[in-house]
């Protein structure tokens, strides 16, 4: 055996602890995005914990609101998305998951992009989802592209040989 392939091995992690993983990113994130929406909807901006103003400038922005809905809103949905998809099993899932982890990491880059290069200001709470759709992003592509066709044989063997597969009559 090679020693580079033991070292792959080693580093191979299975698709349920990828899924966990997802998951648990992902309620996070809902936690996130849903107190940042709370905040706003309240009438003020998300607390600052390190001090600062930062939050309350992002959140006063023309930008933190898309056709009327705070960008939150569309987080919480991004999250719950992928939170279905750490749950449910096959192709679809793994794909969907990640699909979903790009897009939502491609929008959280452009509004990282604003708070930096227009707004002139950072918001923790934004950051934070940020990196939790970067960490997402990494997990859903290791799930996606290590796992795609997972559990295809079974399904082929029993759809071929039918009830006995299945320890059937």
């Given amino acids: 055996m090679?020693?580079?392939a033991s070292l792959l091995s080693a580093a191979t992690v299975s698709e349920r602890n990828l899924r966990l993983w997802a998951a648990g990113l992902?309620?996070?994130?809902?936690?996130v995005a849903t107190y940042?929406?709370?905040a706003d909807a309240g009438g003020g901006a998300p607390a600052c914990l390190a001090g600062g103003h930062g939050c309350a400038t992002v959140a006063n922005s023309r930008y933190s609101h898309l056709a009327g809905i705070n960008v939150a809103?569309?987080?919480i949905v991004g999250y719950v998305v992928l939170l279905a998809a750490a749950l449910a099993r096959g192709d679809?899932?793994?794909f969907g998951g990640f699909?979903?982890?790009?897009?939502g990491f491609g929008f959280s880059a452009y509004l990282t992009y604003l708070e930096l290069f227009v707004i002139d200001a950072i918001c923790?709470?934004?950051v934070a989802s940020a990196a939790l759709m970067t960490l997402l992003?990494?997990?859903t592509a290791a799930r996606a592209f290590r796992y795609v066709g997972a559990g295809l044989e079974e399904q082929a063997a029993a759809d071929l040989l039918g009830p006995a597969f299945r320890g059937g009559p």
């Avoid at 992902?26 to 936690?31: E, R, T, W, Y």
């Avoid at 699909?99 to 897009?103: G, K, R, T």
């Fill in 2 to 4: 090679r020693a580079g």
């Fill in 26 to 31: 992902a309620v996070v994130g809902i936690g």
């Fill in 36 to 38: 940042i929406a709370i």
């Fill in 73 to 75: 809103v569309f987080g």
């Fill in 92 to 94: 679809l899932a793994r």
């Fill in 99 to 103: 699909v979903a982890a790009l897009v």
């Fill in 124 to 126: 923790q709470w934004c």
């Fill in 137 to 139: 992003l990494a997990v």
